[in-house]
Every structure is written in C-alpha cells, then in structure tokens.
C-alpha cells in the first residue's frame, strides 16, 4: 500500500548552512525590549483574567504587541494573535522576559513563529528558576540578526513542524553557536509519533502504540498493517487532542474523515485500553532532564482522553490526594519501577529537555503516548488546592536550571583551557 508512511525519518543531515544563514556574534551592549512574555500571561489567564485583564497588563508594557499577540491566543483568538505575532516580530525578532538573579546563567530560546505551541514556553522553567530569558525568533526568510544579547547557554524552544528550511537552519547552527546549546534540534524529528513507536520498540518494560503517518487516500482505502480497529485518529501534527478520535471500525472511521475535511494527513494509531483496576485512566506527564526524570502531573479520569484541565483535578479531592501521594513517592515509586525505560528513552531520544505523556499499564509496563520537547509544564495552579506542587515544580525548574549552568561551565572551562 502506498500514501502512509511509518519508517522511521533519520535526523537532518548536518549540512553546512552557514553561508547561506551566518551566525550573529554575541554584543554584550545588546539590550532587547522588555516583555511579560507566556508564563505571566498564561498564569494570570489562569487565575481568572479575562480579555480586558489581560489587555490592560499589556498596554501599559513596552512590547505590547508581542505580549497582546500572547493575549489573544490565551482568548481563544488564535488568528488575531498570529496577525499581532507577525507585526510584533515586524518590529523586532528578539525579546528579554526577565533578568538572572545574582549568579544565575543567561538563557537564550531561540523560538519559531506561530501559535503557542510553536515553541517549548521556557519561562514557565527559567521565571521560577532565577535564570535570564531572552527569545530570539528565527525565520529562514530573514536569516540570523547580526547579533544576539549576551549568554551563557542557548535553547532549542522552536518545536515540529516547521516551516521549510528552518530544522536545517538550526541543526547547521547547533555546530557553530557562539555559546553552548540545549536541545540538538536534528533529534526532533525523532518525537514524531510514527518514528517514536519504531524507535523504541522492544525495549523491556516499554511499550509504544504502533502508529503511522498516513494520507486521507490511504486511509480511506484501509489502516496501515499491524494497526486493527479500534485505533486513534487525529490531523497531521494536531497536539492536546484537538481532532483527536476514536474510532471503532470502518464505518466511524468514513464519517469522522467526511467531517475533518480540511486534514490531508493523519496519524493512526492503535488504541489501548490503560484502565487502571478501579476503572480511571491515570496519565502522568514527565519530564527527562539531562536524563533524569521527574513528575510533572498525574492527571485522574473517567475519560481515556485525559488532560489536566478536565480531569476534575479541582472537583475531587481524591484524586488531588493521590496525585500529592505520586509526587511524595515518585523517585522511590515510579521512577524506580520504569528506571530501565526511562534511561533507554533518553538514549534513544537524545535530547537534553524532553517531556513524556505515559500511564503504567496493567501488566506494569510503562506506555508512552508522546514525547515532546514544547509541552508546557508549570507550577502555576491554584496555591490552596494544589499547594502540594509547588516545592516539586520548583525542584523541576531548578534542576533545569542546574543543567544550563552544567552546559555553560563547560563550555568556559573549555573556553580558558584552549589558546586563543
């Protein structure tokens, strides 16, 4: 069969596109403007601001329109905010949130335009951590600035899909920055949900849903070998569950097709009942950190789609309880169950900040829904409720933080050893 495709897509070749994109040089004297950026926003968004709160916290800003392009999509306003987006990036590609606490490393995210799920929200890590944050958007069509603020490390925030050029554009910087970098961007094509099954198939202990990427003509004319009904079915690189299906057989599978009718490509693939004993599907959210895992949520539901959001988290005290109980007895618990899975996916995956969507599946396997370099994690709930998140969130954005500072004293003491 022809259309669909689920071999696995080998990193991007590290061809030299430093002539066609030259690298800018680090100017110390370089002061972008000041933003609030996602994680503020984001954050007062949840405790309640609605559009005329949050338009009044960036109209008195400097870069309002960046920060109102934020706003918007915050809203529900996705194509106003894209429009806001592209005349704020008009006017200048690189933004500072927030300076470093004393002693703290400089951090550059270099991002991508688009929507709030473009780009990995590092703020959400770097805020609450003390470190500086800058973002500098990239577009193959402008190439680099001439240069770029002081830093001590820079990070891959910009997430699949991209525009054309642009992985090969930051695969070839990777090599050539002027200072360390997190996150190889020639891994990312690795998350792709119809390479990451292959890639870590058969490992012991592990356990990935078969998926493939597949054209609407192919999957019209029938699923892709070794993947049967009931399967999951979603538009090509669609994230948390917009379009996201279950299908029981063919003829559910016509009618969800006929009704995602501006979709080309889709991804397929097996669905797997992961009900715990109790009858509640339990996902966890983790994050691998230089390798080393830690919670980040354990979302409780009724419904196998689950997100945090609506998984009545604030409704159910229970369910809060556990998800307290998880966090207090991650690394003795399940970081210990899953070790051997956790450090293969790391291997495989080779990324330095990456987060997994997983559940334990009955016979004790860890399954993995997704990994992805951009999915947002925070510590932003509600203080009463959830208070039990706060010191493990912390732990999470200072242990990224540790890593940053890991990468740019390595890359000094390297710096001092070599001649000039």
């Known amino acids: 069969m022809t259309g669909w495709s689920c071999a696995p897509v080998q990193k991007c070749d590290r061809v030299d596109m430093m002539s066609y994109f030259p690298l800018p040089r680090v100017d110390a004297t370089l002061v972008p403007p000041s933003v609030l950026g996602c994680a503020a926003l984001t954050e007062a968004a949840l405790r309640g601001a609605d559009a005329a709160a949050?338009?009044?916290?960036?109209?008195?800003?400097?870069?309002?329109?960046?920060?109102?392009?934020?706003?918007?999509?915050?809203?529900?306003?996705?194509?106003?905010g894209l429009a806001l987006l592209e005349a704020a990036l008009a006017q200048t590609r690189l933004m500072r949130v927030h300076e470093p606490v004393a002693g703290a490393p400089r951090l550059l995210a270099i991002c991508r335009p688009g929507d709030l799920m473009a780009n990995a929200p590092v703020d959400c890590l770097t805020g609450p951590a003390g470190l500086g944050l800058d973002l500098l958007y990239f577009d193959p069509a402008l190439g680099w600035p001439e240069a770029v603020p002081a830093h001590d490390v820079a990070f891959m925030?910009?997430?699949?899909?991209?525009?054309?050029?642009?992985?090969?554009?930051?695969?070839?910087a990777w090599i050539g920055w002027p200072r360390p970098v997190l996150n190889d961007p020639?891994?990312?094509?690795?998350?792709?949900?119809?390479?990451?099954?292959?890639?870590?198939?058969?490992?012991?202990?592990?356990?990935?849903?078969?998926?493939?990427?597949?054209?609407?003509?192919?999957?019209?004319?029938?699923?892709?070998?070794?993947?049967?009904?009931?399967?999951?079915?979603?538009?090509d690189f669609s994230h948390a569950g917009h379009g996201l299906t279950l299908i029981a057989d063919r003829a559910a599978l016509v009618a969800a097709l006929a009704l995602a009718d501006e979709a080309a490509w889709f991804h397929v693939s097996a669905f797997v009942d992961y009900r715990s004993a109790d009858g509640m599907f339990r996902k966890y959210r983790v994050a691998l950190i230089d390798g080393a895992p830690f919670l980040c949520h354990l979302a409780i539901s009724e419904h196998w789609m689950v997100h945090y959001l609506n998984a009545g988290m604030t409704e159910h005290a229970a369910r809060r309880a556990e998800e307290a109980a998880s966090f207090a007895g991650f690394a003795f618990g399940f970081a210990r169950r899953h070790a051997a899975a956790l450090r293969f996916i790391h291997t495989q995956l080779g990324l330095d900040w990456v987060v997994l969507d997983c559940a334990e599946l009955p016979d004790g396997r860890l399954m993995v829904f997704e990994a992805d370099a951009?999915?947002?994690?925070?510590g932003m709930d509600a203080v009463g409720d959830f208070a039990y998140k706060r010191e493990p969130m912390r732990r999470v954005a200072a242990e990224f933080a540790a890593m940053a500072g890991r990468k740019a004293r390595r890359f000094a003491a390297l710096r001092d050893f070599v001649p000039a």
Request: glycine letters at 8%.
């Open 54 to 80: 949050l338009a009044a916290m960036t109209s008195a800003h400097g870069a309002m329109v960046f920060d109102r392009a934020i706003a918007a999509q915050l809203m529900f306003q996705r194509a106003e």
């Open 157 to 172: 925030a910009a997430a699949e899909p991209m525009p054309e050029g642009m992985l090969d554009a930051l695969t070839a």
């Open 186 to 235: 020639a891994a990312l094509p690795g998350l792709r949900r119809e390479v990451l099954w292959r890639r870590l198939a058969g490992a012991p202990g592990l356990f990935v849903p078969p998926a493939a990427r597949v054209s609407r003509a192919a999957l019209l004319a029938g699923l892709p070998a070794g993947i049967d009904f009931p399967v999951l079915v979603r538009p």
């Open 374 to 378: 951009a999915a947002i994690v925070h």
